[in-house]
């Protein structure tokens, strides 16, 4: 590991590349940080091995960092954050925990269950609302999800709840029908809450590797995502795909999940990331 | 794609004979590169690239085929063979076959298990429904009592496919497999298909309760379902299922998306266990058999 007293030679720099890659970062930025890192000691910035993590971690943090951190409000009325991405990534369950969240903040919160299509997705949802006390709309069974997500708008607006959440079935991106399914719902409630959705939040998994970063281009292709949730970040997966979708795409993380719980949720902070993928 | 990129990598070399050292240093940085996008872990992508060099330097330059084509070929046959095919062969066609490690006597248990999210109860569904197709008689059980709606989730996955499912309204998952296994012998169900939580390979308690699980009902077939896209993690959770369990195969899901899926070969390499089959789909129709061929050059891009 990278222990104290460790002079800079190409054995240290290949541990570097080895904890980078190793943490999904990619081939790569991590060829281009271990560049930047290599030139930062030529310039005398790195002194020693021991300079070497905390220059990396400040690198890292620097560039990880949101330029805005806080929820994007909607000053007229109803805030709308729209939840997606692809299967199994942690959408429903990030919801209740952003639920949790917001109720700890007292906002008063709805959740629309615009999956209609996977097995028992509006029943998971209705228990986690249920059990967070927010207010809950669904559709009937194989509704259309753009029909909900109206409906949820007109009540969210109508009550003046302050939050109204919008879960959506996963989808890949290679499905062309589902995206268009997805820019529909964001017109939708666009046009009965005006600049709805004010927040689209990718909904990444923390083990994904490089395909999260086409994941997150092609979502923004059909929906104005605005940031991302990086989910299970309690396993050993270190998520280091999040660097090259903040310098490709400059999007921010938001929130990070950390287990299975409503309240194994926080706001993403640059430098506890950065710290956790150098242990 | 690694085709194209070795074809310029040969073309800036001038004409050989046979392969030099330094010719394939650099091609094989091409590889590396090609493997690490594709998500396939670093000790595998060192390793194969050391048996990768072993191979070609020292090749003679066959006359009608190009360098990079012959060096493209030497990686190829290599991530088939260590896919669990053989290289040369074309993949049978998909006539449904999916092999199963059938019980000698009594129903035959499989377990899936793995990561959250990774597909397993949608697997479990479509195992069902292929088996029931090929005149089996499957009993699902409903064996995650943790996620919300889960044991909805298969109910209402069963009821679809006219397949009955073994729920319980409260008790242990162990207990609940053990009831379901002796259930599916009295009622002459051949194979008994557990669906389990997802849990993470660091949770001490889930991974001594899947433990318990296979400990009570004795599997014939133990399969880690993984998500394809799983990135450089999935040799840790991998290797730690296969060592607390062990597992007798891999089912890769989500395959109709575009990740290159390297995390299969991470898996295969570090475990030495088969993928049996693959998720394609949302529907219970989608799942087929693994094809090693088609998994390389999807590898390779
Ligand atoms: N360990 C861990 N598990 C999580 C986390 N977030 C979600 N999960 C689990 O991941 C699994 C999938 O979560 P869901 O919320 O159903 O995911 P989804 O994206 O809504 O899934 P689909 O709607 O089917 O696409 C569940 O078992 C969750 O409990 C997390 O931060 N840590
Ligand atoms: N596109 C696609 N989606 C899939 C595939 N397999 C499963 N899914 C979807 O992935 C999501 C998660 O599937 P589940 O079966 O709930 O996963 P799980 O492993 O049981 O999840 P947990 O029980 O929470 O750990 C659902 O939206 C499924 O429809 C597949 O092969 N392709
Ligand atoms: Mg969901
Ligand atoms: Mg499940």
Redesign the pocket.
């Known amino acids: 590991a990278l222990v104290k007293g460790r002079k800079i030679d190409d054995a240290l720099w290949e541990e570097v590349e080895e904890i980078l890659l190793t943490s999904d970062v990619g081939p790569d930025a991590t060829t281009e940080l271990v560049a930047s890192a290599r030139l930062a000691a030529k310039n005398g910035e790195i002194l020693s091995g021991d300079d070497l993590v905390p220059w990396l971690r400040s690198a890292v943090a620097a560039r990880l960092r949101p330029d805005e951190a806080d929820i994007r409000w909607n000053a007229g009325g109803t805030t709308v954050i729209l939840i997606a991405?692809?299967?199994?990534?942690?959408?429903?369950?990030?919801?209740?925990?952003l639920c949790k969240f917001l109720r700890a903040r007292n906002k008063t919160v709805i959740v629309a269950a615009c999956?209609t299509f996977?097995a028992a997705?509006v029943d998971?949802l209705g228990i986690w609302a249920k059990r967070l006390d927010v207010g809950f709309v669904g559709g009937s069974n194989n509704a259309d999800p753009a029909a909900v997500a109206f409906d949820a708008a007109e009540s969210a607006a109508s009550k003046g709840v302050d939050v109204l959440i919008v879960?959506?079935?996963?989808?890949l991106h290679t499905q062309k029908n589902l995206m268009d399914e997805l820019s529909k719902i964001t017109r939708v409630l666009g046009k009965r809450i005006p600049g709805a959705p004010h927040e689209t939040l990718l909904?990444l998994d923390?083990t994904a590797g490089q395909n999260g970063l086409q994941q997150t281009r092609a979502f923004r292709e059909h929906a104005n995502v605005t940031g991302l949730i990086v989910?299970?970040?309690?396993?050993t997966a270190k998520g280091g795909v999040v660097l090259s979708i903040k310098d490709q795409l400059k999007l921010p993380v938001k929130f990070?999940?950390?287990?299975?719980s409503a309240d194994?949720?926080a706001p993403f902070y640059a430098d506890a990331f950065s710290s956790a993928l150098f242990g | 794609s690694l085709a194209q990129r070795l074809q310029s990598v040969f073309s800036r070399l001038g004409r050989r004979t046979a392969l030099t050292e330094s010719d394939v240093d650099e091609a094989l940085r091409e590889i590396r590169t090609a493997l690490l996008t594709a998500d396939v872990h670093l000790s595998v992508v060192k390793k194969l690239t050391a048996d990768i060099k072993a191979r070609a330097v020292g090749e003679k330059v066959i006359e009608s085929v190009r360098p990079d084509q012959q060096v493209a070929k030497i990686v190829y046959d290599e991530l088939v063979r260590l896919l669990g095919g053989q290289p040369g062969t074309i993949s049978p066609p998909n006539d449904g076959g999916i092999p199963i490690r059938w019980s000698a006597s009594g129903p035959t248990v499989i377990l899936m298990a793995g990561?959250?999210?990774s597909g397993k109860t949608t697997t479990c569904a479509k195992l069902a429904r292929y088996l029931k197709s090929k005149g089996h008689r499957p009993l699902l059980v409903a064996a995650d009592m943790?996620?919300p709606a889960?044991v909805e989730q298969l109910k209402v996955l069963g009821a679809s496919l006219e397949i009955p499912v073994h729920w319980e309204e409260s008790g242990r998952p162990p207990k609940i497999c053990e009831r379901a296994v002796a259930k599916a012998t009295a009622d002459g169900n051949d194979v008994v298909i557990l669906d389990t939580?997802?849990r993470?390979h660091v949770?001490r308690e889930l991974m001594d309760e899947v433990r318990d699980i296979a400990a009570r009902t004795k599997p014939h077939e133990v399969l880690l379902v993984l998500d394809s896209m799983t990135g450089q993690d999935a040799v840790n959770s991998a290797k730690v299922f296969d060592e607390s369990l062990p597992l007798t195969g891999v089912v890769l899901t989500k395959l109709d998306g575009d990740t290159r899926g390297g995390a299969a070969l991470s898996v295969l390499s570090v475990t030495g266990k088969p993928v049996r089959f693959v998720g394609t789909g949302e529907k219970t129709e989608a799942l087929e058999p693994f094809h090693p061929d088609r998994m390389a050059s999807r590898i390779l891009g």
């Open positions: 991405g692809v299967n199994g990534s942690g959408k429903t369950t990030s919801i209740a925990k999956d996977r997705a998971q879960d959506t079935a996963g989808r909904v923390g989910s299970k970040l309690d396993g990070v999940g950390t287990g299975e194994d949720f | 990561l959250q999210g943790q996620r889960a939580a997802g993470l949770d």
